[in-house]
């Protein structure tokens, strides 16, 4: 966890209020074979789009002198264009694990159960995807790819 | 200004402009991946100040055309450079500056999407 960050409460009202009716990712184990809700299926495939995006934001930014660099944020809302700033080393260390994404705060609902906040930090919140969405982001994770 | 100090100056911001510039391209691209490009896109000011967040509402068919120029940027107005950039298009949401010749416009196009 980054310095300055607070745990989220994996259970609050609010994800609560957010999850009702849908289903409870904390029942739901991640599959091994068979098909994969498409729910799951379409937050996941938005999550590492937005990714995407910003990995080529990194990038330009890696010339410049901006210390918050600008990044959109990760949540599964086709439509979001919230603008999130974060250091390199902040957004690294999300980005290290396939399963956490950057959200602008309360967006994690946007993704209808399939993402828990982890951390709150003051410009930023840290969702884990879970579930099928969780197996998704891995597999969509081109770094991993890659690595 | 001058001299080497200048030339730095202008350095920082044109490398500034360049990350706004490509945060807009990817905005824009994934209004194209979600179908959502015959609105106007809203987009970030691209103008030299890092910790500039404006907001800028650009119709499609005007990103292209200033995107088409390299050397060319979207700001809100009054978040010209004068010293780097002039003033081409005004607009009553955005205007249009395009980079003056030396190391800003050379960078400018040396990032160009």
């Keep these: 966890m980054m310095p300055g960050a607070t745990l989220v409460k994996p259970e609050t009202e609010d994800l609560a209020s957010a999850l009702e009716g849908t289903k409870c990712p904390d029942k739901k184990r991640p599959r091994t074979g068979g098909a994969v809700d498409p729910q799951a299926q379409r937050v996941a495939e938005n999550d590492a789009a937005f990714r995407r995006a910003n990995e080529s934001i990194e990038l330009a930014a890696a010339e410049s002198d901006v210390s918050l660099v600008p990044f959109i944020c990760e949540c599964a809302e086709t439509t979001c264009t919230e603008i999130l700033r974060l250091t390199f080393a902040e957004y690294e260390a999300v980005r290290a694990n396939s399963r956490l994404f950057i959200n602008a705060a309360g967006h994690h609902v946007s993704a209808r159960g399939w993402a828990v906040p982890v951390e709150e930090h003051e410009r930023y919140v840290v969702v884990e995807k879970v579930g099928d969405a969780g197996v998704m982001a891995e597999q969509l994770d081109q770094r991993q790819e890659a690595g | ?9 202008e ?21 194209e991946q979600f179908e959502l490009d015959r609105e106007p896109l809203l987009l970030v000011c691209e103008c030299g100040y890092s910790e500039c967040d404006r907001r800028l509402r650009i119709p499609p068919a005007d990103y292209e055309r200033v995107r088409g120029e390299a050397r060319a940027f979207f700001v809100v107005p009054g978040h010209e450079l004068e010293d780097v950039e002039r003033v081409v298009e005004r ?17 400018a196009q040396a990032t160009a999407p």
């Excluded at chain 2, 200004?1 to 100056?9: A, F, K, Q, S, V």
């Excluded at chain 2, 607009?91 to 960078?107: A, W």
């Design chain 2, 11 to 31: 350095r920082r911001i044109s490398l500034n402009e360049a990350v706004f510039r490509r945060m807009n391209e990817q905005l824009k691209a994934l209004a």
């Design chain 2, 1 to 9: 200004m001058t001299g080497e100090r200048g030339t730095e100056r």
């Design chain 2, 91 to 107: 607009n009553r949401d955005f205007n249009v500056v395009m980079k003056k010749p030396g190391i800003s416009s050379e960078i």
